[in-house]
């Protein structure tokens, strides 16, 4: 008798980016065959349109298309609902209602795999997760332990592929200790699809920008722009990218900041006003790039070319 | 002297001027959203802020114009937008160059420190103790008359005769409730109110189809955000059924956001989250109007509420299982009136005719 693993599918997309080594390892280490959804194209997009519910945000949509790519080539599809990973935020309600949105407006799709993740009651969230999960895999408990523990490592070890999420990760930086550089903002998900940002970071590098983004900046350093809000935002992912922004305004130690907003965003219309009235308060250059579905390179690349245009004569002007 | 505003939400500002004017401050009643106070907010609001965010913020700078120093708004802790908004607009009204204090009530599970706090701030008549919890248990006392007045002319309005009568005794009693601040008087006002209704003439034959209203509180309570759709229903001879009032509410989120076990219950197979804001509750309460025979639903959401978007995604498939029709509107400051009336008849229409030829099987059967 021949045992076939289970094939479990990953869409890339959203908290891929952020969490995939943890359970990637996780499946790997419970013996089941990871299938990772391709990158982003049009049609990925396009079917993601189609299915989604007409409301929600670009990369919602995405993900509803990364989800259509894996049917008929994987078991499995895992879509957590993903509530909290600290004590402190929260992820977006349609983080909160993703495996229920995709189950309600998608047919033809394999079962999905959505434990609950919440730490903000239990430190052990994610450990219940993992034992959901191999639960309804028929997993015994011993193999799920061992699988969790040594994801836990991973997770920890992890060497950020740069940029993160891409299979060609190892790519070398094309501009470090070039004289400009940029933080580039935004949801790990909307920065690191090279499709949804329009390949944004490597229009930077080939300008001649060095790109800053979130994951550069540690824990510690975020939270000491904490005593800058009356009240923390409690997002997950804007809570970083709004204090991100506070950081580079208060210590300018970058040149420019971009925040990248997907079209439809909810957080973001809270997130970007509070970085664009800190920015004019504090006379940062700051630009929000907002990228829709029609966003095309010719005027994205515009309006980066005059953002990076105007910094550097800014710069220049400073130095003579 | 203090000079009070808050929200503006349906006829709630009836019962928080009392209540405010009994601690002893001036009250600037916030107006009635218009097109100029919506333009207010939409121009100082993020674009892809909903509708509430910019009728409040339009609002607070109306009442800022008028004098007041003091906004108050309640808070949250998400994960819905409408959590951060009262910390968003102070930045944005700041920015602007208004000078002010926001006092914000917070859910009580974040503190029950800050709500005395909070109270000791608006308290400015220096009340007793036990002044302040007579004026706050007669502002619930005024708001739950409101609401019981509302859902009678809900009952009434589209059984009525003469067209508009209803509503006429409706504001008769709202007007009898404003000008009274005594328990026995609310009491009073309230029985005359309900007693004005009841005496409108209504057709005996009359035989309404039945709506629910589900969706985002401020939308469905403030007519001027959802251009007075009850209204337009009654009109077309539909019996509104709201599942949102503000005592019920009020209940259900002043200690914990996200209340309301009977609606969870009913929500779990299709939305087993809490997600913020009124999501999970728009499932819930279309679960419960199926089960009660109603004969469709309407959701009313915000252009770009992420809590509802959910809901929409997943009405469809409630709406396809439980057999009930479901028809969902995201407002904005685009939306216009006319084309809101021609979908609303559409729907109306759909569901009286769906209640004939199901009423025609019925005869059938037992013959």
Redesign the interface.
């Known amino acids: 008798m021949t045992f076939t693993p289970i094939r479990i599918g990953i869409p890339r997309a959203l908290f891929y980016y952020t969490f995939s080594t943890f359970w990637e390892t996780f499946f790997r280490e419970i013996g089941s065959e990871i299938v990772v959804s391709q990158p982003t194209t049009r049609e990925v997009l396009d079917a993601g349109i189609r299915e989604?519910?007409s409301?929600?945000c670009i990369p919602i949509k995405v993900y509803h298309g990364h989800v259509r790519a894996l049917a008929g080539t994987a078991d499995f599809v895992f879509a957590p609902?993903l509530?909290s990973v600290d004590r402190r935020t929260?992820?977006?309600?349609?983080f909160?209602?993703l495996p229920?949105?995709v189950?309600?407006?998608m047919d033809g799709i394999p079962p999905l795999l959505s434990p609950?993740i919440d730490l903000r009651k239990n430190l052990l969230g994610l450990a219940s997760a993992c034992f959901e999960v191999g639960a309804s895999l028929k997993v015994p408990s011993s193999k799920v332990m061992l699988a969790y523990a040594r994801a836990c490592a991973a997770h920890k070890r992890r060497t950020i592929p740069w940029p993160p999420g891409n299979a060609d990760g190892g790519e070398e930086r094309t501009a470090p200790g070039s004289p400009l550089k940029i933080a580039v903002l935004g949801y790990p998900y909307a920065v690191f699809d090279r499709y949804v940002s329009v390949d944004l970071i490597r229009k930077l590098w080939a300008l001649g920008v060095d790109v800053v983004t979130i994951e550069m900046f540690t824990d510690a350093e975020l939270n000491e722009e904490s005593a800058q809000?009356?009240?923390g935002?409690?997002?997950h992912y804007s809570d970083r990218v709004v204090k991100a922004g506070y950081r580079c305004f208060h210590t300018r130690r970058v040149d420019g900041v971009i925040h990248v907003t997907a079209f439809?965003?909810?957080?973001?219309?809270?997130a970007?006003?509070?970085l664009d009235?800190e920015a004019s308060?504090t006379g940062f250059p700051f630009m929000p790039l907002l990228i829709d579905e029609h966003t095309g390179e010719g005027g994205l690349l515009t309006r980066v070319e005059a953002f990076v245009d105007m910094i550097s004569r800014v710069k220049g002007g400073d130095g003579a | 002297m203090r000079k009070v505003t808050f929200p503006h939400m349906g006829t709630s500002h009836i019962a928080f001027k009392a209540l405010l004017e009994d601690m002893g401050n001036e009250v600037v009643v916030p107006k009635r959203p218009n097109r100029e106070i919506l333009s207010l907010g939409v121009a100082n609001a993020p674009e892809f802020a909903c509708i509430p965010l910019k009728i409040t913020l339009g609002s607070y700078i109306d009442a800022l114009r008028r004098g007041a120093d003091t906004i108050v708004a309640t808070g949250g802790v998400g994960p819905c937008r409408a959590g951060y908004y009262t910390a968003l607009q102070k930045k944005i009204l700041e920015r602007m160059g208004f000078a002010f204090e926001m006092i914000v009530f917070e859910p009580l599970s974040t503190g029950l420190w800050r709500l005395i706090d909070n109270i000791r701030k608006l308290n400015s008549a220096r009340l007793s103790v036990a002044a302040v919890i007579s004026a706050v248990r007669r502002c619930w006392e005024k708001i739950k008359a409101l609401d019981e007045l509302e859902r009678m002319l809900h009952y009434v309005r589209p059984r009525e005769v003469v067209r508009g009568a209803a509503e006429r005794a409706y504001n008769a009693g709202v007007r009898l409730l404003e000008t009274t601040n005594t328990f026995k008087g609310i009491a009073e006002a309230r029985d005359e109110g309900l007693r004005l209704l009841r005496s409108v003439e209504v057709d005996p034959d009359a035989d309404p189809v039945r709506v629910g209203i589900v969706g985002e509180i401020y939308v469905v309570l403030e007519p001027a955000a959802n251009l007075e759709m009850e209204k337009t229903l009654g009109e077309l001879g539909a019996e509104v059924h709201r599942s949102i009032f503000l005592t019920g509410w009020t209940q259900d989120n002043a200690i914990h956001e996200g209340g309301g076990r009977k609606i969870k219950r009913a929500a779990l197979p299709y939305l087993p989250e809490m997600i913020g804001g009124h999501g999970q509750d728009s499932v819930g309460h279309t679960v419960i109007y199926s089960r009660e025979g109603l004969d469709g639903v309407i959701q009313l959401a915000p252009f770009t509420c992420i809590p509802e978007i959910v809901a929409k995604a997943i009405l469809p498939k409630v709406s396809e299982d439980l057999d009930i029709p479901v028809l969902s509107f995201f407002l904005d400051e685009q939306t216009g009136e006319a084309g809101v009336r021609t979908r609303l008849e559409a729907f109306v229409d759909l569901l009286k005719r769906r209640r004939e030829s199901r009423r025609g099987f019925a005869g059938k059967g037992v013959a």
């Open positions: 989604a519910v409301e929600a609902r509530v929260v992820f977006c309600p349609k909160l209602g229920d949105m189950r309600s407006s609950r809000f009356s009240k935002v409690f997002w439809g965003c909810g957080p973001d219309a809270v970007d006003r509070l009235i308060r």
